[in-house]
């Protein structure tokens, strides 16, 4: 028996002295308890603003009543009906919550009974506060959550149930209902899906997985470098699971770009094309992909010397940069070739291609005392909502230059 005593019991019965010896029967079975005595259920609501534990009520004073005024009060004490037979008026009250019919008679049942239903009484309060202090922390846990920098939500079957202030901010998200309908994996760049879902299924087979560092999307599809972190919590005393992003460190500034052509690196470059793709996806305008190569840059290098080749390809590069329409980016995207992603109607971006590829063809480059001419090939690719992916535009675009 869990050591709360003394416990508190009603005898809800005709005779007093009957109570008196039922209440000495418990006492002689080791049972501390302080005891009083009605003789009408009509007693019974006022009596229960004080705390009581039992109630053992006796076959046919309205224990169906008792047990109404119990429930109407919101009040957890158990009824035993006594009966010395099992007739209608004791067994009718077990549909309304009594929870047991005993025979007085029979001390070792009913002793029995009233220490059992004692016990499982302690159990439940021991529940409730176990409940209600773990409310507490959670209460607690979710005030240091919101004031946390860190991007922290909680997942249920794929699903967000709760997210802090810097997580709606990371995502561009105005408040919990707006987020509270869309499932996770969207929010993961669709090339880490794949590594995310693995995480995922570590963490499921293992209970804990190592912090790992993906790529997530903004609601304007912005392309964002996070270390995620997956835990255990809790949340309304319900399990889930607990993510965590947190940004990458910031680039220095010029990190991103190539110090030979000042253009982008290959990195950048990607995530503005992935922000691209996402863009299209979602109607918000359709963009276009250029692959530029020098077509007989790898002679000219063999011919000239790397650092001509290095001045030639810096040259194109500048071309490209005071050419750029507003809003496009333009990069190194491999040794040889440049790449350029721009907004606009097909006309603009087929006319900014063929300009580069005339001011090529008359040009005669100064390369460090030597003279060389070279040609441009230009692939271009349209990024619209029927656009799967970035690769998908990548291997479109090289389509394209190889035909070029």
Same mark, same amino acid.
């Given at each position: ?21 039922? !209440?000495?029967?418990?006492?002689? @079975?080791?049972?501390? +308890? ?26 046919? #004073?309205?224990? +169906?009543?008792?047990?109404?005024? $119990?429930?109407? *009060? ?7 009906? #006594? ?18 019919? /005993?025979?007085?008679?029979?001390? @070792? %049942?009913?002793?029995? @009974? ?36 860190? =991007?922290?939500?909680? &997942? ?9 202030? =810097? ?14 309908? /869309?499932?996770?994996?969207? %929010? &993961? ?8 879902? !693995?995480? %995922?299924?570590?963490? *499921? ?8 560092? &993906? ?33 990458? *460190?910031? !680039? ?12 982008? #690196? ?53 071309? &490209? ?27 603009? $971006? ?9 001011? =090529? ?5 100064? #390369? ?12 271009? !690719? ?23």
């Amino acid at each position: 028996m869990p050591p709360r005593e003394p416990f508190r019991l009603v005898f809800l019965m005709s005779s007093s002295e009957e109570a008196e010896r039922l !209440a000495s029967t418990l006492r002689n @079975a080791g049972l501390l +308890i302080h005891h009083t005595h009605l003789d009408n259920v009509q007693k019974l609501e006022p009596l229960l603003q004080e705390s009581w534990d039992l109630i053992l009520c006796e076959a046919g #004073l309205e224990a +169906i009543q008792a047990l109404a005024i $119990i429930k109407e *009060q919101g009040r957890d004490i158990p009824l035993i009906i #006594l009966s010395p037979e099992p007739s209608s008026a004791a067994i009718d009250p077990l549909a309304y919550g009594a929870r047991d019919v /005993v025979n007085p008679a029979v001390k @070792a %049942l009913l002793v029995h @009974a009233v220490k059992r239903e004692l016990e499982a009484l302690e159990q439940r309060r021991m529940l409730d506060h176990c409940q209600h202090s773990l409310g507490e922390c959670e209460e607690r846990n979710r005030i240091l959550m919101d004031s946390s920098r860190d =991007a922290i939500a909680y &997942i249920h079957e794929g699903m967000h149930i709760y997210a802090n202030t =810097a997580y709606l901010d990371m995502f561009g998200f105005m408040d919990q209902d707006e987020l509270s309908g /869309v499932p996770l994996l969207d %929010l &993961i760049a669709p090339e880490d899906v794949p590594a995310f879902k !693995a995480l %995922l299924r570590r963490y *499921q087979e293992k209970g804990k997985a190592a912090p790992a560092e &993906i790529h997530v999307l903004h609601s304007d599809g912005r392309r964002l470098k996070v270390t995620v972190e997956l835990s255990p919590a809790h949340m309304e005393g319900e399990p889930c699971m607990q993510i965590v992003f947190r940004k990458a *460190q910031e !680039a220095a500034p010029g990190e991103h770009l190539d110090p030979l052509t000042g253009l982008y #690196l290959r990195p950048y470059f990607l995530e503005a094309l992935s922000r691209a793709v996402a863009r299209a996806q979602q109607g918000k305008g359709d963009s276009a992909l250029l692959f530029i190569s020098l077509d007989n840059l790898p002679g000219i290098r063999q011919a000239l010397g790397i650092q001509a080749s290095d001045h030639l390809l810096a040259e194109v590069a500048q071309w &490209i940069k005071d050419a750029l329409p507003p809003g496009a980016t333009a990069a190194r995207f491999s040794e040889d070739t440049l790449a350029v992603l721009t907004q606009g109607g097909m006309d603009d $971006i087929r006319a900014f291609a063929e300009n580069l590829r005339r001011q =090529a063809e008359g040009h005669v480059f100064e #390369l460090l005392g030597k003279t060389a001419i070279t040609t441009l090939s230009i692939g271009i !690719a349209l990024i619209t909502d029927q656009t799967e992916s970035a690769d998908e535009a990548l291997r479109a675009a090289e389509s394209a230059l190889k035909e070029a």
